[in-house]
């Protein structure tokens, strides 16, 4: 069984940073896409950074290029989001999300995301 479980978020002021991180279990190798959501009150929930199957596309949202940024370690089965310069807007909750085929551009399609973790929460005070 897959699981995805985030930690990592909290409070923290604008202009400072968190890393959060998913502990990935129940994938048999490293080839799968995955990557960070996030949902914000009253708005839809958004990509904000993926890797694709073969890790030579990394995805961003523009808005947060140049802030975050997305890194794997394997052999702890780990994915993290950096984010720096933090602003209010980036306040939400993050998700990760994986996908066993992973592909070019997998994370626009969210209702075919095969699993979810249960979501971290970041605020950003101003």
């Known amino acids: 069984e897959v699981q995805l479980v985030e930690s990592g978020g909290g409070l923290v002021q604008a202009g400072g940073s968190l890393r959060l991180s998913c502990a990935v279990s129940?994938?048999?190798?490293?080839?799968?896409?995955i990557g960070w959501f996030r949902q914000a009150p009253g708005q839809e929930r958004e990509a904000v950074s993926c890797?694709?199957?073969?890790?030579?596309?990394?995805y961003y949202k523009d808005s947060v290029k140049g802030r975050f940024t997305i890194s794997r370690d394997n052999a702890k089965n780990t994915v993290y989001l950096q984010m720096n310069s933090l602003k209010p807007e980036d306040t939400a909750v993050y998700y990760c999300?994986?996908?066993?085929?992973?592909?070019?551009?997998?994370?626009?399609?969210?209702?075919?995301?095969?699993?979810w973790g249960r979501g971290t929460q970041v605020t950003v005070s101003s």
């Open positions: 999300a994986a996908d066993v085929f992973g592909d070019s551009e997998w994370y626009n399609d969210q209702e075919l995301i095969d699993y």
């Open positions: 129940g994938f048999t190798d490293d080839d799968f896409g």
């Open positions: 890797f694709t199957t073969s890790d030579d596309e990394i």
